[in-house]
Structures are given as C-alpha cells and as structure tokens.
C-alpha cells in the first residue's frame, strides 16, 4: 500500500529558512499536500502540488516535487515563532480514490 | 472564512457504549470524510461519502462504524460499540467535487474521543 514518511523534527532560528522533507512510495500519486498543525487545533491546508509540476511557490511557501525520486519537500522562508507547529504532507491517488495518506508529521520548533 | 467545526471537542466514555460524533461541513460541499488519530500515530482515512452513500472506506472502519447526514447540514460518525482502541482524536473533513483529481480536504478540529 502508500506510504508516506517524515522526519520527525526541524529546529531553526528565527529568520532562517525551513525545508521540511517528505517521500512518498505510491506512484500514482496526482495531488500532494501539506497542512499544518497547531497545538489543539484541526489540520489547516497550507498549499498543494500537481504531480506534473516540479514547483509552486505561494509567498513564504516553496513546494519542490522530484517526481523521480518520490520526494517532496516544504521550504518556508523567513520562519517566524508563529510557524511552530506539526506539518504532514500527505498524498491523494490516482483519480478513483479521495483517501489522503498522511506522514508522520514533522514537528517544528522555531527559536526566537 | 468558512470552516467544518465538530462537536464535541472532548467525549469520554465507558467500553462497550455507543458514541456519535459531529461535524457541520462547509456548506457548499460535497464529500465528507472521517480520519483518526491515535495518539503518537499517524492521520488514518475511515470513511468518504458522497451523494449520501459510502464513496470508499479503510480496513478500520468495520461493522461497529456507520456514518449518516441526517439533515442538509450535519454528517455524523457512529461507534456502536467502543473498544479502548477507538480512543483517539477523530477528524472530520469536507471538500468540494472538482475535475482532475484535485481533492483539498478542508478538516475540522477534531474530537478527541476517550473509551475508559
């Protein structure tokens, strides 16, 4: 079956740059996600990407997708204490199927 | 900005009963969909529904699970008979019917259900 994995945890400072990593196994995957998770709060979608796209970007956001490589990841730039958070990408199959298969969830700690 | 909200935040309750949980999804559309997750784990698919039926389930979502929208604005979740297993935040999402595959799920805040 899909699956879909992360690392765990990202510390940066305040002001750098983030890049969160994600790998996927289902090559039928069309859409991609990322949402975001703050303590005691549902999952809020942050943005998305086509498999035929190789990147999207959306103010602080980057997505970057190598499709080769099954690999996706989530640049945030300028990453404020507000961006501490679980972020989960998660991936949707071919057409037929709605299901998101998510990550484990990266947990992110920003330093003042 | 339109949002799913669930209700209740917090249900707990003995082995054995039967509980229902809520959503309102946005109301212009038209999947819904229940995940879980266990504390520690990750976020797991139970349930989509479309056009008032089942549209796709996981392997966990069994007999003792049964979904309904019994009016023009609620979709609920029911666990027959909860195990201490169901013990986990539950998760409520919606989206609407797009060409190509695009499937933003929009989720609620989830209820967090403990069985003692």
């Known amino acids: 079956g899909e699956d879909v994995e992360q690392s765990l945890f990202l510390s940066v400072r305040e002001g750098d740059s983030s890049v969160i990593n994600c790998t996927y196994t289902d090559s039928s995957s069309t859409y991609l996600y990322w949402y975001k998770q703050e303590p005691g709060a549902g999952l809020q979608l942050l943005t998305y990407?086509?498999?035929?796209?190789d990147m999207k970007q959306d103010q602080r956001l980057t997505v970057l997708l190598n499709k080769k490589d099954k690999h996706l990841s989530l640049r945030i730039a300028d990453t404020q204490t507000g961006d501490s958070a679980i972020y989960f990408c998660a991936e949707s199959p071919d057409t037929g199927r709605r299901a998101l298969t998510f990550g484990s969830g990266t947990r992110l700690q920003v330093q003042p | 900005e339109p949002e799913v909200t669930q209700t209740p935040s917090h249900q707990v309750t003995q082995m054995g009963q039967e509980v229902i949980l809520r959503c309102v999804p946005i109301s212009n559309h038209l999947y819904f969909y229940w995940y879980r997750q266990i504390l520690g784990q990750k976020v797991e698919f139970l349930v989509s529904f479309y056009n008032n039926e089942i549209s796709e389930k996981s392997e966990i979502f069994d007999d003792q699970f049964s979904v309904e929208r019994p009016d023009g604005s609620n979709f609920t979740l029911k666990i027959r008979s909860t195990k201490l297993e169901d013990s986990a935040m539950y998760f409520c999402?919606?989206?609407?019917?797009?060409?190509?595959?695009?499937?933003?799920?929009?989720f609620g805040p989830g209820t967090r259900l403990t069985v003692l």
């Open positions: 990407i086509f498999s035929n796209m």
């Open positions: 999402a919606s989206s609407e019917v797009r060409l190509a595959g695009r499937n933003e799920q929009f």
